[in-house]
């Protein structure tokens, strides 16, 4: 499930900041203007984050050697061990929402199936 998963493409606080001035409602003020975030590669995390390089060439051949899972792995898991008491809160956080917006949506469902039955046989009242 989405709530046991940890991405360092989704973890806002690794992801680029951009914001968007083609909103037309937006002024000068910068009202209007929205906030996008845009996943990073996991080499320049690792090598910002943690000064490890990864994914690099061979420099003896100038031969790529591509991504090794086991190196991209492991940079993964120092990235958030580095960030893992912030990640839990804010993944905390994200569940009790989902939780109190599906317990809402629920409530709602409720109710509407109460008002559909009353208008269906009328107010016993």
Known sequence: PWHDI???TK???FMNM????????SNACGEGTSKRFLPRKLKCLA??????????CDDDDSVNTGH??????SA???LYQLERTKWEKLM???????LEIEGLKQMREQIVKVQQSDEQYGHWI
């Open 6 to 8: 940890r991405d360092t």
């Open 68 to 73: 090794c899972s086991i190196e991209d792995a």
């Open 76 to 78: 993964a898991m120092k």
């Open 92 to 98: 905390e956080y994200k569940i009790n929402r989902t």
């Open 18 to 25: 951009i914001s968007d001035n083609s909103n037309s409602d």
């Open 11 to 13: 973890y806002e606080p």
């Open 47 to 56: 090598e910002e984050k943690l000064n490890l390089r990864i994914q690099q």
